[in-house]
């Protein structure tokens, strides 16, 4: 029995989740059970790898197993850019090989259509709107930026509009950027809201627990995953949980839980609306990858993203989060010193999973333990569509997405302890620093 020594423990001032439609969490696990298929994290990742075993296995009872109530980790305090196209941070033209870039769009957009016709289905309220996204520079590195972008757009055959200083204001109200890159293909939403929306319309072959954490796991013939109050003895397990499957002995020392911090305004009045100007919602992320990301939502907030920390154990740290409060307000008065009276909310954290190669992991993990893992930051599509085709793999499906995923090298190795806590903190220092104007 291995003893799983980080569990997830998110803050409790996440916006979207409080602003979110209120449900009723399902009753954590109590006793001893056995299931033939169980997938632990319910993110999108794991929400979706739940739906579609259901789906493909219509016979059998999925249990889907979550340490906090959905909607509380990453999955429901994300920016909540549902994103289309491929953007390889290691490619002079941000598109690189052509073949994967298309491959990568394809595996985006069939997790952006994933969810929508979801959505439409169920009638889910999570303010979803296909109204693209501006990538917006202010200094002279973030405008190379997109520069070099949009010629790695040509090459992909994607539509684009280059936007001009004096333009943005109409488009976002601010006059603080010099240049935007506008996609129209990216879909934002409210990432608890739908968290919340795709849980409650899971088929009806699903068992979902909450507020049940597994602390301890033994592999063997079955996998037996032990929690507080019981255990669940499975076939087959799943593991969709992001950075926590090193603390399930898979990947160790080859994912980065590093936190990134957003904050959410008060909604503007009507009076305050109009002098900001600009579209009624948008989504900006920024040119220089340490930059900031901002969004007006359709219910009139205006959302802060940046600053990021490396909690090594993938929980919250209140020293980080009371440390960035102060920065997302400089870098909201540096955008909108036209609403000098409108503070923050509510402020939060939330872990990303990264790799050193922005690689992911899909597929086996052992006999019997298969996972769909690390997606970089892209976890709303890419966690979609990935467990997604988990699901298909492990029914015998086949198709050209499944074979590229499985065809991944997945993350490399970092370096050891302490040279990796030194090297990250250090790299997030200087790229937060070397951002400028655009933090
Ligand atoms: C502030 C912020 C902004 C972001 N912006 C965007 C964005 O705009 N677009 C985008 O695509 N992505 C964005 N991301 C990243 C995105 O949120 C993640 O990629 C996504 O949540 C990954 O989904 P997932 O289901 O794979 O993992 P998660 O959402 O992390 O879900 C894993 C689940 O596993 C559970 N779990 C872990 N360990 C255990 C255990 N021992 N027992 C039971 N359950 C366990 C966790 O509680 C968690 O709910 C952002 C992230 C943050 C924090």
Not at 38 to 61: C, I, K, M, S
Not at 334 to 348: A, C, G, I, Q
Not at 369 to 383: D, F, P
Request: hydrophobic residues 40%.
């Amino acid at each position: 029995m291995s003893k799983i020594r980080n569990t997830p423990a998110d803050d409790s001032s996440c916006g979207w989740f409080h602003l979110s439609p209120p449900r009723t969490a399902r009753p954590p696990h109590f006793g001893v059970r056995s299931a033939r298929w169980v997938v632990v994290g319910a993110g999108f990742t794991g929400l979706a790898a739940a739906r579609q075993l259901a789906l493909n296995f219509p016979d059998d009872e999925i249990v889907l197993i979550e340490a906090q109530e959905v909607g509380y980790g990453a999955s429901g305090r994300n920016a909540g850019f549902a994103i289309d196209l491929p953007h390889d941070i290691g490619a002079d033209d941000y598109i690189g090989d052509i073949k994967t870039a298309k491959i990568s769009m394809e595996l985006n957009l069939t997790g952006q259509s994933i969810l929508k016709d979801l959505v439409e289905q169920h009638g889910i309220e999570c303010q979803l709107r296909l109204c693209g996204k501006y990538q917006a520079a202010v200094e002279p590195r973030g405008i190379a930026v997109l520069d070099a972008y949009r010629l790695g757009l040509d090459k992909l055959g994607q539509e684009y509009e280059m936007i001009e200083e004096k333009d943005l204001p109409n488009h976002i109200g601010t006059p603080f950027y010099r240049k935007a890159l506008f996609t129209p293909g990216t879909a934002l939403i409210q990432p608890a809201a739908l968290v919340k929306g795709l849980v409650n319309s899971l088929p009806s072959n699903v068992t979902l627990y909450e507020n049940t954490p597994i602390t301890e796991v033994q592999y063997g013939e079955k996998t037996v995953l032990t929690h507080e109050f019981g255990q669940i003895v499975a076939d087959k397990v799943l593991l969709t949980n992001n950075a926590f499957a090193m603390s399930f002995g898979f990947l160790k020392g080859r994912m980065l839980p590093i936190f990134t911090y957003a904050s959410l305004t008060r909604q503007l009045t009507e009076e305050e609306q109009a002098r900001l100007g600009g579209r009624p919602y948008w989504g900006v992320i920024p040119a220089d990858p340490f930059g900031t990301t901002l969004r007006r939502t359709t219910d009139n907030r205006l959302l802060v993203r940046n600053s990021f920390s490396f909690n090594a154990d993938g929980r919250s740290n209140p020293k980080y989060l009371q440390r960035f409060i102060q920065r997302h307000k400089e870098s909201f008065d540096r955008r909108f010193p036209m609403l000098p009276d409108v503070n923050f909310e509510y402020t939060w954290g939330g872990s990303l999973a990264l790799s050193r190669n922005h690689m992911a992991h899909f597929g086996q993990l052992k006999d019997n333990v298969y996972g769909a893992l690390c997606c970089n930051g892209l976890g709303i599509t890419r966690g979609t569509v990935t467990g997604t085709l988990l699901a298909d793999w492990l029914g015998g499906k086949k198709n050209h997405l499944i074979d590229f995923l499985l065809a991944s090298p997945g993350p490399n190795r970092n370096p050891p302890e302490p040279i990796l806590s030194a090297g990250v903190n250090m790299n997030l220092l200087w790229g937060q620093s070397r951002a400028g104007k655009e933090s």
